[in-house]
């Protein structure tokens, strides 16, 4: 199984960016606790950050036949993207949509998500542990599909 993490833009700058909303770790501090978390589950992972929007358009219609799911945290694209949103659609893998903040809790701006009209799970303000559990959930999803 194949698991694509995707994070969009200024998700780079984690450890430097706002520490008092996003932490004081890295952007590998949290690949390093994914790779870690998916090996222990047997998953195959692959990582990908962007700050530009196309791009992530691009990734998630290669991950088509190849990733099995998907694993985004589009940050500010989450409330504009209706390009990403459409890109989910059209690949159809199942995803989980990923907030280090909740989303919920902040400005107004930010309590629309476009990625929430598609993602079979959206998990939001539990850190980078959010990313865990989404891990968690689309292994188990896998193990589920293969008892049916
Ligand atoms: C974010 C929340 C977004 O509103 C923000 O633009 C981000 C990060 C989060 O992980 O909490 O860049 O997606």
Not at 8 to 33: A, C, F, H, Q
Not at 49 to 57: A, L, M, P, R, T
Not at 117 to 135: H, P, R, S, V, W
């Amino acid at each position: 199984m194949k698991i694509l993490v995707i994070n969009g833009p200024n998700l780079n700058m984690l450890g430097i960016r706002e520490p008092g909303i996003y932490g004081k770790s890295t952007y590998s501090d949290l690949v390093e606790m994914i790779k870690k978390r998916a090996e222990a589950l047997g998953v195959q992972t692959e990582f990908f950050q962007s700050n530009h929007e196309g791009d992530i358009v691009d990734k998630i219609q290669a991950a088509y036949n190849d990733a099995d799911g998907i694993i985004i945290n589009p940050a500010a694209y989450t409330h504009t993207s209706i390009a990403i949103l459409d890109a989910l659609k059209a690949v159809a893998i199942p995803t989980v949509e990923v907030h280090i903040s909740d989303i919920s809790q902040r400005e107004d701006f930010r309590k629309l998500s476009y990625v929430s009209l598609i993602a079979q799970k959206t998990i939001c303000g539990k850190g980078f542990d959010g990313y865990l559990e989404a891990l968690d959930y689309l292994s188990h999803r896998r193990v589920e599909l293969r008892m049916v």
